[in-house]
C-alpha cells in the first residue's frame, strides 16, 4: 500500500514547522516518527494535502530535568524514553509504558509526541500520562501553552490541539512514591489494550475503557478514603461505558478493568 | 524530491516522490531485495533494516525521512565475501524454512545484538517480538541468536 500523494516540507526549525502550519492549516499532517501517520496514510484513513517532516529537528528531541518535572521532547522516540537514566528513576511507570508500545522496531522510530497527539484510547503513553499527572506544552502563532493530560484528550482520537499548533514537549512530574502498578490486556504480543490500568500515586488511569484515556475516580476516591486494593478496584469501571468489538463486549471490558485494576493497585507489571 | 542518503556504505542521491516507501525505495531504486514486503501494516517485520544502526520498519518510513541517514540492508551484512556472524549463525543453527522472514530476522538480531550483546533467552524472544515467522520456526533462530551473541563476544 503507498499513500496517496502529497507534498513534503521538511521543517528546519520549530518556529519553521509553525511557519508551514500556518501557511498550509488544515491541509497539513505534521510527522515525526510516522508511526501512527503513515499507516492512516496507507489505509487512506489520513490524505493531507501537505506532510511537515519534523523529525529532524534536534530542538524537538532529548530529555532533561527541570526542576522536579522531566522535560520530554515531542519527537524523543518510545525506546530513548524506556532507555533513559532519568525517566526510568523518576518516573519508572512512564519508562515502562514507553517499552510496552509496539515492539523494537516500532520504538525505534515512534515518538511520545506522536503517540500522544494521534490519541488513540487503547494507546500506553495517554494512559501513562494521565496517571502520572503529566501536561503538554504547545505552541502556537499566539505563544506557548500547557494543557493538563486530563484536558488534552478531547475524543476518540481527537485532542485540544488546533490545526497550527506545535505539540513541542512532555512534562512529567516526579512519581509521588516508589509503588506503582502497570496492566495491559493483549490477544498478542504487540497488539493494543483490549483494557490497560496504570496506577501511581492514588491516581489511576484507564485505557480503551471510553474514547479517551480516563481517570476511575469512584476507586481513587475509595484509595483516597483508606480502602483497601480490591475494594477500590471494584469500583475501577464505575461510570464507564467502553466500545464494544470483536474482542470485548462492554460488559467485559468492565470486568477486566476491575481485575487489572486490583492488579495495578497492588504493584503488578504485566 | 532530491533525497542523499547511504545505503550499506555507499552513498546514494536521487530524485524521489515523497510517498515512496524506504522498502520500495531499496528495492525497485537500489535493486537490494533482501527486504521483503510482507504484512505492509509494520507488524511482521520482513522488511527490517537499520536506520543509523537501529532497527526500523521500512514499509512504514519514506525514503524522504531516510534522507542523511546510513541504511544498512542485509545485502550490506557480509564484508569481504564472509558471511556476517549472525548470519554463519543462522545457517549453522537452521534458523530458517522458507527463508522469507529471514533478512527481516537477520537484520532485527543484529540489531538487538548491537544494543544488547549479551541477552538471555527471554530477551531475546521479547526483541524479536516485531518478526514474525509463518513456519513458526522460533526455537532454531532463538538459538541462532544466541549463538551469534556468543561467536561476536569470543
Given at each position: 500500500m503507498i499513500p496517496a500523494p502529497f507534498e513534503y516540507e521538511a521543517a528546519q526549525s520549530a518556529s519553521h514547522a509553525l511557519d508551514l502550519l500556518a501557511r498550509y492549516g488544515e491541509d497539513a499532517k505534521l510527522l515525526a516518527g510516522g508511526h501512527s501517520l503513515l499507516p492512516m496514510m496507507k489505509l487512506r484513513l489520513a490524505v493531507p494535502a501537505v506532510v511537515i517532516d519534523i523529525?529532524?529537528?534536534?530542538?524537538?528531541a532529548g530529555i532533561q530535568a527541570d526542576g522536579d518535572d522531566l522535560v520530554i521532547g515531542a519527537t524523543t522516540c518510545h525506546a530513548d524514553v524506556a532507555a533513559s537514566d532519568l525517566v526510568r528513576s523518576r518516573t519508572p511507570l512512564l519508562a515502562y509504558a514507553a517499552a510496552q508500545v509496539g515492539d523494537p522496531q516500532i520504538r525505534h522510530r515512534g515518538t511520545i509526541g506522536g503517540s500522544l497527539a494521534h490519541a488513540d484510547p487503547a494507546a500506553d503513553l495517554p494512559m501513562a500520562l494521565v496517571a502520572l499527572g503529566g501536561s503538554l506544552v504547545i505552541t502556537g502563532p499566539a505563544g506557548p501553552r500547557t494543557v493538563s493530560a486530563d484536558d488534552f484528550f478531547a475524543g476518540f482520537f481527537e485532542t485540544?490541539?488546533?490545526?497550527?499548533?506545535?505539540?513541542t514537549a512532555v512534562r512529567v512530574p516526579r512519581q509521588p512514591g516508589p509503588e506503582w502498578g502497570y496492566q495491559k490486556f493483549v490477544r498478542r504480543a504487540n497488539d493494543w489494550a483490549i483494557v490497560g490500568v496504570a496506577a501511581a500515586g492514588g491516581r489511576i488511569a484507564l485505557a480503551n475503557m471510553g474514547p479517551v484515556p480516563l481517570r476511575a475516580t469512584a476507586a481513587e476516591q475509595a484509595l483516597a478514603s483508606g480502602a483497601s486494593a480490591a475494594d477500590a478496584a471494584a469500583l475501577a469501571a464505575e461510570g464507564t461505558d467502553p466500545a464494544e468489538d470483536i474482542h470485548a463486549d462492554r460488559a467485559y471490558r468492565q470486568h477486566l478493568a476491575r481485575v487489572l485494576t486490583r492488579r495495578a493497585l497492588e504493584h503488578q507489571t504485566g | 524530491m532530491q533525497i542523499e542518503l547511504t545505503v550499506n556504505g555507499v552513498p546514494r542521491s536521487g530524485e524521489v516522490e515523497p510517498r515512496l516507501l524506504l522498502v520500495h525505495y531499496l528495492r525497485e531504486r537500489c535493486g537490494l531485495r533482501a527486504a521483503n514486503v510482507g504484512c505492509d501494516t509494520t507488524s511482521c517485520g520482513a522488511c527490517t533494516v537499520l536506520v543509523n544502526g537501529r532497527s526500523v520498519k521500512s514499509c512504514t518510513m519514506l525514503a524522504v525521512q531516510a534522507a542523511g541517514q546510513e541504511i544498512t540492508t542485509?545485502?550490506?551484512?557480509?564484508a569481504g565475501g564472509e558471511m556476517h556472524p549472525v548470519q554463519q549463525a543462522f545457517r549453522q543453527e537452521h534458523?530458517?524454512?522458507?527463508?522469507?522472514?529471514t533478512p527481516g530476522m537477520v537484520m532485527a538480531a543484529t540489531g538487538l545484538l548491537a544494543e544488547n550483546p549479551h541477552p538471555t533467552e527471554t530477551e531475546v524472544r521479547e526483541g524479536l517480538e516485531g518478526n514474525f515467522c509463518r513456519c513458526t520456526g522460533y526455537h532454531n533462530i532463538v538459538r541462532a541468536v544466541l549463538a551469534a551473541a556468543e561467536t561476536m563476544s569470543a
Open positions: 523529525g529532524r529537528v534536534g530542538e524537538l485540544s490541539l488546533e490545526p497550527d499548533e506545535l505539540l | 542485509a545485502e550490506g551484512l557480509a534458523g530458517l524454512q522458507c527463508g522469507f522472514c
